[in-house]
């Protein structure tokens, strides 16, 4: 059996998708209540990885099992009972032996969420950063415009990153505002280690500075990381969803 | 000076407002920042106590300071300067001097948020319960009627309650639904230790069992703690407002 799960977390209070020994991730939350479950740890794949402090709506996951018995219903039921509340699994399907959550994905979507107050509620800035200066989002979408398209985004990937090739994809990439929320939606093929993180980062930047929007262009152009600004902090990045259908990527 | 904050907070990680020695307080991260901008701690009068896990968006205090150079968005700045981001100053306003945060506040809001889905988002659950089973609030509503008015609140007390009178008057309670987002709003002249808790978790109680409304009122002229249900966990309520000036409280 291929299970299929889409799950929401809070990552406030973990170093990050990925297990690691002795620290709170997501996939070591979910191994041990597959461990309670199985009897044993499948291996997980996962549609992309998220860094430590960063939350997800959606991501998704996938797990082979000999366990046939069980229904998607009850997947979800006893995986939540035994999971803490900051991880939940909203959706569960089974899929062909051969799907894979990270190689069929066809895009993701991530979303940076930045509240434009001065002092804005605590509340707010669980799930947010913030900016005192006033966004006008058409004027950050002018430089949000150039990366989209398909790029070599090495200016914008940590050092660490470890991919052979940083050509990446983005179809989508603008700035939307509902009331003093400003949201930053990228839909990309795939992403570099903090690629939304230095790409937000240096969109603020860039903006608070006054530089023409062409700088932004001529950043992604120099091929190399100490043109961009620096990566935001991780708490105001979400990972929104995962595209398995071409048809459904927003162009 | 007799200086008024009003301050948000993300009560997650806080030991309740009240300072504790050796332990993370709003009170003690207040007093910390006051001590490095006057040098001393002033006394700290606030508009009321929230227990530990319980959050704020609009929780009023004061305090008496012979500093009277500092501007009211000075104030602003440096104690959001100092304070962490999950304590925030959202409003500052100099007092007379006999004004109290406390004994000048005719009525309290709070509010206890209730994710009405089996399967919620993570994310949602930080600052909210949830409860799996359909709630109906016209049906909520019946039950919560019968405790609009002046009482004696025994029932809905917990049992360390300081206060010599159980009696409170309470202007409004009512739920509300947008969405699968469930909201108890409640208005009162004050809140015994716990009250705003034991009462959503005694409604939720008796609506789940199917009870008929007039339990509600039974549980209340009984005066006796026996009588209610569960004290619903604190991360679902919000201190929302605080009432200076009787025209402004809904009735």
């Not at 979910?30 to 990885?49: D, F, N, S, T, Y």
């Not at 400003?182 to 240096?202: C, D, P, Y």
């Amino acid at each position: 059996m291929n299970v299929k799960l889409t799950l929401s977390y809070d990552g406030t209070d973990f170093y990050g998708f990925q297990a690691q020994d002795g620290l709170p991730t997501v996939a070591g939350e979910i191994e041990k209540a597959l461990q309670k479950i199985l009897g044993e740890v499948p291996e997980i794949v996962c549609a992309g990885r998220t860094d430590k402090g960063v939350h997800a709506d959606g991501q998704v996951i996938n797990f082979h099992t000999s366990l046939d018995k069980m229904k998607e219903y009850n997947w979800l039921r006893a995986l939540n009972s035994i999971l803490p509340r900051s991880v939940r699994i909203t959706h569960c399907e089974f899929m062909p032996e051969e799907w894979s959550a990270r190689f069929d994905a066809k895009a993701r979507e991530y979303h940076y969420f930045l509240v434009n107050q001065r002092f804005p509620d605590a509340r707010r800035m669980r799930f947010a950063s913030f900016c005192y200066y006033d966004l006008d989002v058409e004027q950050l979408n002018q430089y949000c415009k150039y990366l989209v398209g398909e790029h070599d985004f090495t200016s914008f990937s940590a050092a660490d990153d470890p991919s052979r090739t940083k050509i990446r994809q983005i179809y989508k990439l603008d700035t939307m505002r509902d009331g003093d929320l400003v949201t930053l939606r990228v839909i990309g093929s795939a992403f570099l280690h903090n690629m939304v993180r230095i790409i937000t980062g240096t969109l603020l930047t860039l903006y608070r500075k006054g530089e023409p929007p062409i700088r932004m262009k001529e950043i992604l152009d120099g091929q190399n990381r100490q043109l961009a600004r620096d990566t935001i902090e991780p708490n105001g990045l979400v990972f929104k969803r995962v595209y398995y259908d071409e048809k459904e990527i927003p162009q």
